[in-house]
């Protein structure tokens, strides 16, 4: 096809503002998918995608519509998955901006609107849900006036729920958004790998725009960045389903069935081009994407290791920010230390190895990864508070800090504000979009793992989103906190945190502890260390067995001596005694929360 008669566009919103609905109705009306194969969020194909109500991977489809090709990209609008986003702006000219009528513009509608414009793409405002009751179309239209500068005229009110107005959406693509540019004189093909994936029966699945020339089936291809080549087996489309076609143009998306092994011979953000005619320079690729969360996975059993490393080995093929290398814990066994883009993304990883792989699993405690500089001036990065060196050893440990935004109703900024400080952190700027109030702030990565959402929605009653990036690593008084159960030292269950917070930290550690590990038949002592100095103590008293029950005469001098033979055995128990840590006591950190 001609490519002036080509549009790529994307949809990009805050979570559960309705940019699948709106890809479902898009599909409808352009008969891409018949009303009897129609089901909600269609292009949400995994289980868990459609149990939570969230897009996880980014998912393209092509549609004809008055003789147009209409080529979409879904993408997800969770914070962890915002690199998803980012490769999908990269493949299109045009992005069409969603934001619900009754929540108006949140935390992550301005990340994705940045997005855009740095990619400068052509935004179609569109506000979804205007025929609900609580609908408040006129307030959210000045907010997006404020934030585009575009007219009051430019933005389409629909409903994807009932379809209303999607047409509107579809006419204004054709009439307004750019054709794709394409070079008047193409050399050599460049295609960009905007995602891929490994089927299990045909390989790697690669998604590809193709800015430059055009790709054949069969062809012989190249990975400019990887230096891998390998065999184009078939070249396609996604009506949604993989729809096969001679060649790929200019312009066009679509996929590439490979023969390669794994998705490392072809990262996303690789230049695909020809072996026989080689593109001199590629295409403007996506940064890496380096986790900053990280948590230990230990199968229950160590006979399943095997397995384990083998489902994560699988879904590393498919989901490129997925770090992980061998772990061993004596208390725990053989596992896999796991890096993450952040806590919904590491929920979904455990989750899909729970059902997909039936795997039954201890998880530690998420943390962060450190700089750690040694006074010899050799600098390390470590990614558990089990890995650090002796202190004596130690000049100086930074820890990540991240930038975030926080868009919330003016009369809740004080609440916010307090949660910031808190959390170490302190804001940098506040501004305002109508009664909302912009809050930018910098805090350590640290105190947002744990719980900090579910605080900042509990302050603001649910109203307030949440958006961050990775900004720096800065040097700060940071110091290990060591757990001993029964005097000996639980690697898993060390934490590293700031001076200041230690102590409070030491005592709702062993706190917690004591009301998640079993008692024993002798007392089993709980404490939380600094090197040598011990912070906090609980103690899990003894089950008192009665030992003089069979006694039926009132002979004190036997009793005590039943008794004092009682405590001889439990001191040798206590001695030579194994206590059973139940999977809780590995997460006890994950909800602050005394209740």
């Not at 969770?78 to 490769?87: A, G, N, Q, T």
Request: with cysteine; charged share 30%; aromatic share 6%.
């Amino acid at each position: 096809m001609n490519a002036e008669k080509i549009r790529n566009f994307c949809i990009i919103a805050h979570i559960d503002h309705g940019k699948s609905t709106l890809a479902d109705r898009m599909m409808e009306i352009t008969g891409t998918v018949e009303k009897r194969q129609m089901k909600q969020q269609l292009l949400d194909s995994m289980e868990l995608e459609r149990e939570k109500g969230i897009t996880i991977k980014l998912t393209p489809v092509q549609m004809n519509y008055k003789g147009y090709e209409l080529n979409l990209i879904d993408t997800p609008g969770h914070v962890d998955f915002s690199y998803e986003v980012s490769r999908s702006l990269q493949a299109v000219e045009t992005a069409i901006l969603v934001v619900d009528a009754t929540q108006g513009i949140q935390a992550q509608t301005l990340a994705n609107v940045y997005l855009a414009l740095e990619q400068d793409l052509y935004i179609i405002p569109v506000i979804n849900k205007i025929d609900l009751p609580a609908a408040d179309v006129k307030k959210v239209e000045d907010q997006l006036i404020n934030l585009l500068g575009c007219k009051r005229e430019e933005i389409i009110g629909v409903s994807a729920k009932t379809g209303l107005n999607v047409e509107k959406v579809l006419d204004e693509i054709i009439e307004k958004a750019p054709a794709p540019k394409t070079p008047a004189d193409p050399e050599h093909l460049r295609a960009l790998i905007f995602d891929s994936y490994f089927d299990d029966y045909r390989g790697v699945v690669l998604y590809v725009r193709i800015f430059e020339g055009t790709l054949p089936k069969n062809s012989e291809i190249r990975m400019m960045a990887a230096e891998k080549t390998g065999l184009a087996l078939e070249v396609g489309i996604l009506k949604p389903e993989m729809s096969p076609k001679p060649e790929l143009q200019e312009g066009e998306i679509g996929y590439i069935v490979t023969n390669l092994k794994t998705t490392r011979d072809a990262k996303v953000g690789d230049t695909v081009t020809l072996e026989k005619a080689k593109a001199k320079i590629p295409l403007p690729g996506y940064k890496n994407v380096q986790p900053f969360v990280y948590a230990g996975f230990f199968p229950v059993s160590n006979e399943d290791y095997k397995t384990l490393k083998e489902a994560i080995e699988k879904l590393a093929l498919s989901d490129s920010a997925l770090q992980y290398e061998p772990e061993n814990s004596p208390v725990l066994g053989f596992g896999l230390r796991i890096g993450f883009l952040g806590l919904l993304h590491m929920d979904i990883i455990k989750e899909r190895l729970e059902r997909e792989f039936d795997l039954d699993l201890v998880v530690t405690n998420p943390s962060t990864n450190y700089k750690v500089k040694l006074n010899n001036g050799e600098e390390i990065e470590i990614k558990s508070a089990a890995d650090l060196p002796d202190m004596s050893e130690i000049l100086e440990i930074k820890e990540p800090w991240v930038s975030g935004e926080i868009i919330v109703p003016k009369e809740m900024i004080g609440n916010v504000l307090n949660l910031i400080v808190e959390k170490r952190g302190h804001q940098t700027n506040l501004s305002y979009i109508e009664d909302r109030a912009i809050i930018d702030f910098e805090a350590p990565m640290a105190n947002l793992l744990t719980d900090f959402y579910d605080q900042l929605k509990s302050t603001t009653s649910g109203y307030a989103s949440f958006n961050y990036e990775l900004k720096d690593y800065r040097a700060e008084d940071l110091v290990c906190v060591d757990v001993l159960v029964a005097g000996q030292k639980m690697d898993a269950l060390s934490i590293m945190c700031h001076k200041s917070e230690a102590d409070a930290i030491g005592r709702e550690i062993t706190k917690k502890l004591k009301q998640v590990i079993p008692r024993q038949n002798y007392e089993v002592a709980l404490q939380a260390a600094i090197g040598a100095r011990i912070i906090a103590r609980e103690t899990i008293g003894a089950y008192r067995k009665d030992v003089t029950v069979k006694i039926h005469t009132g002979d004190r001098d036997r009793k005590a001596k039943l008794l004092e033979k009682q405590k001889r055995g439990k001191a040798r128990m206590k001695r030579f005694g194994k206590i059973d840590i139940p999977s809780e006591a590995f997460t006890v950190m994950l909800k602050r929360d005394d209740n």
